[in-house]
């Protein structure tokens, strides 16, 4: 086989322009092995004709001829024996390389951090992470479970891959996606006087009254003190939300919360749900993570769980 062109002379253009691709170096390991053309072109998964074009390409590329073709087969040029030494060695760099690529993959994928605020974290969560592992048994999963503001800050620092929040907004460095919806009510332990009334309480009544909230930065505040205008009162600030149910049940005061959290409580009348008119106090929660970096892996794959 004679070479068309001849040798390209200097080191103008990039690395990628000048070193044949891997398929074309495979194609003359085969070559060599086999001894010929077309068994070699079964082995990589290609038609005889394409295997002629890019041995007929990599040597123009090169400048030298690699093969001579004949009716017995096809032998390696003395140059061909040595690019083939040369490819050897670069094809089995790349095996190294993915090798090593495919590692990184398995334990990027092997664990899962998830950052998410409390009525989430207690309330949804646990059967989305069932069935993820259902999925992907092998996946250990981490939870680190705080307000919306800690969330936002696990994310920004790199230290989870997926979060989940309850707020109006979306945090400052975050991208989003609405996985649900949510409302707050108003509820106080059967015992209390809100209880026995028969009028909606007004904004008014409830801005003046000293309630049992969560902490600010938690998405439930967060949502309270907008409806309220900032005018939210604490009786008693907690870190949790089960605390501000389990507060709430013992009497010690109205509070609102998530129909999440206390869906039983109402069932068994342990709490009574008060309307309020003139409030709202609907709120969207959502996945977050940091902007531009869309979740991969099973961070990907549990983001589709809780839209199912």
Do not use: C
Not at 40 to 49: D, H, N, S, Y
Request: positive net charge; charged residues 20%.
């Amino acid at each position: 086989m004679s070479v068309a062109e001849g040798p390209q002379h200097g080191r103008t253009g990039s690395l990628a322009h000048r070193v044949p691709d891997l398929g074309a170096l495979e194609l003359l390991l085969a070559v060599a092995r086999l001894g010929s053309l077309g068994a070699a072109a079964r082995e990589v998964g290609i038609t005889q004709p394409a295997a002629s074009s890019r041995l007929r390409s990599m040597e123009r590329q090169l400048g030298v001829a690699l093969v001579d073709r004949s009716p017995r087969g096809s032998r390696l040029t003395d140059a061909g024996a040595l690019v083939t030494d040369w490819a050897r060695r670069v094809v089995e760099a790349a095996a190294a390389f993915d090798a090593g690529a495919r590692a990184l993959r398995d334990r990027r994928d092997s664990r899962l951090r998830v950052a998410a605020s409390m009525t989430i974290a207690e309330y949804l969560l646990p059967g989305w992470l069932l069935a993820l592992h259902a999925e992907r048994p092998d996946t250990a999963v981490s939870l680190l479970a705080g307000n919306s503001a800690k969330v936002a800050e696990l994310l920004l620092a790199g230290e989870a891959d997926l979060g989940f929040v309850e707020g109006l907004t979306v945090p400052t460095g975050l991208d989003s996606a609405v996985i649900a919806h949510d409302r707050l009510i108003v509820v106080t332990a059967p015992g209390h006087p809100w209880a026995r009334r028969r009028r909606p309480l007004t904004a008014a009544e409830l801005a003046s009254t000293p309630l049992i909230l969560r902490e600010r930065g938690s998405g439930t505040r967060q949502v309270l003190d907008a409806a309220l205008g900032g005018l939210a009162r604490p009786l008693i600030e907690l870190s949790s939300t089960t605390a501000v149910k389990a507060s709430a049940v013992s009497g010690a005061g109205p509070s609102v919360l998530s129909e999440l959290v206390v869906g039983e409580e109402l069932a068994l009348r342990r709490l009574v749900g008060i309307p309020v008119e003139g409030v709202s106090l609907r709120r969207a929660l959502r996945a977050v993570w940091p902007t531009g970096h869309r979740p991969t892996g099973p961070a990907r794959e549990l983001l589709s769980l809780t839209r199912g």
